[in-house]
């Protein structure tokens, strides 16, 4: 499912987001669905015309609008498109992003960057400067011959921070502190 992405100022943490037609180009990889909160991480990736960029859309599910009848959904009218709540994730983070693992407790969004660290940033934190960076946390890195960028689709974040990662047809358990971190 296609989105069209909202402009963020420094202050602005739930721009309004549409729901845009197929002629887009973002490409929906997963869906994730926190365990703890309301949130729903979309990976997905939006084409240029030389590469494909990372830019995962994190929106709380209570803000998707829902319809009374069948008839709603199947009226096209430029008064009933849905809108969605986004949540801002600065572009200097999107940039680093290789794989997002999910969000747990105190709002921590938890990904692989693309040199394989573990990191975390608060969601609605300071999207700018020096602020940023402090809401921005380096953990630990898992080494590229060690794990295989298929198997990292199916990684797995538990609510406690252990991350599951499957490694040569077993299965890696790395328990953290990622949890209680903040």
Known sequence: MPFERGIATPDDHYPQTNVTSPKDSTIVQAVHKSQQH??????????????????????????????????????????????????????????????????????????????????????NSSTTGINLMRNLRRHFFLPRDWISSESLLFAHLATDGTLFCPQNGKMVVISTALASGW
Do not use: H, M
């Open 38 to 123: 309301n949130y729903v991480i979309v990976d997905a990736f939006e084409s240029t015309a030389s590469k494909y960029l990372r830019a995962p859309i994190i929106f709380d599910e209570t803000s998707i609008p829902l319809t009374d009848t069948i008839d709603d959904i199947s009226t096209p009218t430029s008064a009933k498109k849905p809108s969605i709540r986004t949540i801002c994730i600065p572009k200097e983070v999107t940039q680093i992003i290789e794989l997002p693992l999910g969000i747990l407790q105190k709002d921590l969004l938890v990904f692989l960057d693309k040199d394989y660290w573990i990191r975390t940033w608060r969601l």
